[in-house]
């Protein structure tokens, strides 16, 4: 593309255009229409004038007949005026008046009403001017013309063409100015967003548009391009860390299978020996196989909702399935397991995950809540409560807890802290209530329980439309 045909493409040229085209063709209108009622108002006023005067010059010859109105001519003719008086035999011959040429046609055209013609005055030898002229003719076959000078008309038609022509320089100008300003500012600014975003294509993440803090469109445009790019980076950050994670954390227990195969193999051969190997492999696989489930299950509960997956449910029920479910666990375990639920909760969700959720929570806090040995009983307590239009569901234990520092950690996948390494798990619960939570758009919230951990979820009753 040739330099030219750079600059012809772009916007500001073509805006700067636009404004020239639609100004010019504004500006031309106004003048145009200016001059014309001007000389419209000029035109009739001349008309009248001459008017005036020829009724006047009628008078006289009615009380005075011809030789009054030859008189009245004459006197008039020395008086300085931009009038016009002229009477001449039938022949042509002049008689009196102060015009001494006129076209040789001018008393065949007598008809016409007024016109406009050149003429020379006779006194002072002048350029030849142009006159709006009425003929009459006078009884005995004499032509008399009264007409008035009307250079100041066209002075004032060469006027309104200047200022045309200076109106017209002037818009090329701004024009000009407009392109240069609107090329210089706005086509910087885009050229930065576009180099910008090269060098965040080439690899470059962390960059992020400039924002130049005058609130206008390129910075609303740069502030939501770049809440973009910074969730776009998070969820590669985070996509990045879980597949470090299921790497590691599946290698660690496909090594651990493949060990235990090759010493079963490597010792002396006993069915006994094959035996366990076989079992524990199995069960390492099962654990596996659970890891991979609830990493799809988060998956595909992050990929949104299915068709009908939500119904009407009653919270309070799915508390007290739950904790029938997890009874016998509790008992054997002597962890005391309580369902707070004084008034049902009915709302719009998906009562198998907020169920899976729960689950997942009480689990925790068998799993984690005390370690073994502990001089005290577990007690959690699961309750149900209507705030504000939302569901309060809580889960809350008397155990450990979370330190404060690890409790916004917890909620990531594949992350367990480090006095549950000994307890079986892969760090996936908590990701998958966050998960839940997320799915209803509600929110979750660890705290401390003063002694052990209290997790409360907030969900909308009314389902956000
Ligand atoms: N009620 C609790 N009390 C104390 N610590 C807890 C409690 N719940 C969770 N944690 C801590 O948070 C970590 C993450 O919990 P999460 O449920 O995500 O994983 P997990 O229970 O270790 O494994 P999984 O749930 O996949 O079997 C746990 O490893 C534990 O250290
Ligand atoms: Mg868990």
């Known amino acids: 593309m040739t330099a030219l045909g750079k600059v012809v493409r772009t916007t500001a040229f073509k805006l700067s255009v636009i404004y020239f085209v639609v100004f010019s063709v504004f500006a031309v209108a106004f003048v145009l229409y200016l001059s014309w ?40 003719s020395h ?18 008046g102060n015009i001494s040429q006129v076209p040789a046609d001018l008393f065949e055209r007598s008809g016409m009403g007024m016109i406009t013609v050149p003429y020379e005055r006779n006194l002072g030898e002048g350029p030849r001017h142009l006159a709006m002229v009425q003929v009459l003719r006078l009884p005995g076959g004499f032509w008399m013309l009264v007409g008035r000078d009307i250079g100041e008309r066209e002075e004032f038609r060469q006027i309104i063409g200047r200022a045309l022509i200076w109106a017209v320089a002037l818009l090329i100008g701004l024009a000009l100015v407009s392109w240069f300003f609107v090329s210089r500012r706005v086509l910087k600014r885009i050229d ?35 809440a973009m790019l910074e969730r776009i980076e998070h969820l590669l950050v985070q996509l990045r860390n879980v597949s470090d994670n299921i790497a590691h954390d599946l290698k660690t227990p496909l090594t651990r299978l493949r060990n235990r195969v090759e010493s079963a193999l490597a010792g002396p051969p006993s069915d006994e020996t094959y035996r366990a190997a076989l079992v524990s492999t199995i069960e390492e696989s099962d ?37 029938e479910l997890y009874e016998p666990v509790a008992e054997e375990q002597g962890v005391e397991l309580e369902a707070v639920t004084p008034e049902p909760v009915t709302l719009m969700a998906n009562r198998e995950l907020l169920g899976q959720a729960l689950a997942n929570l009480i689990d925790n806090a068998i799993k984690h809540g005390l ?83 209290s997790v409360t979820i907030r969900i909308p009753i009314a389902p956000e439309t």
Not at 287 to 309: C, H, K, V
């Open 287 to 323: 654990r596996l196989i659970q890891t991979f489930n609830a990493l799809l299950m988060i998956a595909r509960i992050e990929a949104g909702p299915p068709e009908g997956a939500m119904t009407e449910v009653e919270a309070g029920a799915i508390v007290r399935d739950v904790a």
């Open 79 to 96: 008086s300085p005026g931009a009038s016009l008086y002229l009477i001449t035999d039938v022949n042509g011959r002049i008689l009196t």
């Open 371 to 453: 370690p073994a040995g502990a001089d005290r009983q577990l007690r959690i307590v699961m309750s149900t409560a209507e705030e504000h239009g939302r569901l309060v569901l809580r889960v809350a234990d008397n155990g450990v807890g979370i330190p404060e520092a690890d409790r916004a950690r917890v909620l990531e996948r594949f992350v367990r802290l480090e006095k549950s390494r000994s307890t079986a798990g892969s760090g996936l619960g908590l990701s998958l209530v966050n998960a839940v939570v997320a799915f209803h758009n509600g929110t979750i919230e660890l705290a401390d329980n003063a002694p052990g951990l």
């Open 192 to 226: 930065s967003v576009a180099a910008t975003s090269r060098r965040i294509m080439a690899g470059d993440l962390t960059r992020r548009l400039e924002v130049t803090g005058t609130g206008d469109e390129f910075d609303r445009l740069a502030n939501s391009l770049n």
């Open 37 to 76: 009622s001007t000389n419209t108002l000029l035109e009739s006023q001349l008309k009248e004038t001459i008017e005036t005067e020829i009724r006047g010059l009628a008078e006289q010859g009615r009380s005075g007949g011809l030789a009054a109105i030859f008189q009245t001519i004459e006197q008039r």
